[in-house]
């Protein structure tokens, strides 16, 4: 019955989503072409994109998947008894799971959060103004990486993660939206000036509500036709 449930919203979710990714390169893109303030996390993507064609980088994303699975876990009070890291796979073996578990990696950029805490704990010591340019740098490499990896993943066979949090057409959409969002904060938390969440906000609202404005018009237009085409 939960599993049904979940189909259907994520059937309702997917105008929403849609909507959403189409706002925010539509917000992000602008403010990303100042080059001369966002060279360092450009430049730093670029790097990941050449490692990514490159083929390497398998490791490096299990091993921040299956630590995402497990830190989840224990933020949601679930006991982790052990983690396997292989090139090419991983599990976590854990008592229980749920849908945040489950699909945490997939939205949860580990190695950014990493570069911002030590970054953080760099600036409690010493002036951080010298080393921005490579936290900048470090934090485009590791979005990139992680942006990658997940389209990767969602975009292959289906994983047994989405089948757990409620099925493919419950997590995909849901991961877009969270992605999304996920990736405005990140950016208004790098560049203040540049990004405005409000106007941000705005744009992904207006986007969706025109997506579900066109398919309810597109149904009412349907269904009318077919009432016509039934009288006569």
Not at 62 to 87: D, N, P, Q, W, Y
Not at 144 to 161: E, K, N, W
């Amino acid at each position: 019955m939960m599993r049904a449930i979940k189909t259907l919203i994520g059937i309702a979710m997917i105008p929403a989503a849609l909507a959403c990714v189409w706002a925010t390169c539509a917000a992000l893109a602008p403010a990303m072409s100042r080059f001369s303030v966002t060279y360092p996390l450009l430049g730093g993507a670029l790097a990941c994109l050449a490692m990514h064609a490159w083929g390497r980088g398998g490791r490096l994303y299990v091993t921040a998947h299956e630590l995402t699975h497990a830190l989840a876990a224990v933020c949601t009070g679930v006991r982790v008894h052990a983690i396997s890291i292989k090139r090419r796979s991983g599990h976590v073996l854990l008592d229980s799971t749920n849908s945040f578990i489950s699909l945490a990696p997939y939205f949860v950029p580990l190695y950014t959060l990493a570069a911002a805490g030590a970054y953080w704990l760099a600036g409690r010591f010493w002036n951080p103004a010298p080393v921005r340019p490579w936290f900048l740098a470090a934090a485009g490499f590791t979005l990139t990486f992680h942006m990658l990896h997940t389209a990767d993943l969602l975009a292959g066979p289906v994983q047994s993660d989405l089948k757990k949090a409620g099925g493919p057409v419950f997590s995909i959409p849901l991961l877009l939206l969270l992605n999304c969002l996920g990736l405005a904060a990140a950016l208004k938390l790098l560049f203040p000036g540049l990004i405005h969440l409000r106007e941000f906000s705005a744009g992904v609202l207006h986007a969706q509500a025109a997506a579900y404005k066109g398919i309810f018009l597109a149904a009412s237009n349907i269904i009318n036709t077919a009432r016509i085409y039934f009288r006569t």
